[in-house]
């Protein structure tokens, strides 16, 4: 991994890049984006950008990268990586991107750190970024060739077949290949990115987890998002997209998968976040799965609550299967017990439970300290995360 030399260096400067950084990301994306504006019009998610949470994973990832490598030199963080690579590959990055985000990420650090950065220095971090970024492209070349795609184009022209109204703000989407070829291969858990072009000419791409498993069609459901531009993507798949229309759909990616086996599972969701859980119960149901299951879910009200129905189907097509339902604003007669956000403490979780979770992060957070406190293993808790992962480098991750 990282060369002796480099790692002291880095183990020296690193509290000083973690806390410039946040100057750092701003200027290498402003210089980036003047000087490749269609990666800021066509990749990079145009919301996440204007509220900052793309830089503050960019931050995130780095530093926690660069962390492992001086702490645990003889381990490469993987989980982290993958991570990563699954939503790179989701979009179509190549290797050839990784140079130009090379060139001005290292032009802001040093503009930031002047002096500070001697040629010492910017040897050693040079060969962390370049550590990293040579194992994201290995990860990336095989998953792409595991999904059957070119390097760099996930994408295909699906027709939309069918729409579905879940909530008043959340439609599912069944899309075809117009080719008429086969579904592409999906694990439970995964998601789709989605390409649209907006009025403005720029072609925007989010990411969708798969919500079912019909037969012939990749099934992902959309949440109107708020404010603009977080939520002009959603808004145009809501206002504009309706059967017999055409969507450039990426191969299914993602590396928080329902693993086979037969100890007990738990797959907890709060929001929109239930739409990974229902494609992995929908998985359970359709194949007889016998293994304890426990779903539990918290949302607003039970109007809010998308596939409730769903959730009561595939729970009794489960023979060992129990749902734990929580509401912050009940609409009709509701346990006390069960009104608020979700609490665990009188779930029975067996200390050998596998849990998968997925939803906004204050929840997650929340949700893996009680399965910490119940006594599972950090590394028996996996979360999925919708937009940039701000949670890189935890324990469990």
Known sequence: MLSPASTETVRATLPAVRGAIGEITPLFYDRMFAAHPELSRDLFNRGNQANGSQRRALAGSIAAFATALVEHPETRPDSLLARIAHKHASVGITADQYGIVHRYLFEAIAEVLGGTVTPEVAAAWDEVYWLMANALIAIERRLYEEAGVANGDPWRTCRVVARLQETEDVVTFLVAPVDG??????????????QVQLPDGARQIRQYSLSGRPDRALQFSVRRAAGEPAGEVSHHLHDHVHPGDRLLVSAPFGDVVLEDGDGPVLLAS?????????????????????????VVHGDRDPLSHAFRADLDQLVRKVPDASAHVWYEHPATDWPAHRTGLVDLTGVPIPADTTAYLCGPLPFLRSVRAQLLTAGLHPSAVHYEVFGPDLWLGHDGS
Not at 181 to 194: D, E, F, L, N, T
Not at 270 to 294: E, S
């Open 181 to 194: 070829g086969a579904i592409p291969a999906a694990r439970p858990g995964q998601y789709v990115s989605v």
């Open 270 to 294: 709060a929001g929109i976040g239930g739409t990974p859980m229902i494609g992995m119960l929908a998985h359970l149901a359709a194949t007889g799965a016998t293994r304890r299951v426990i």
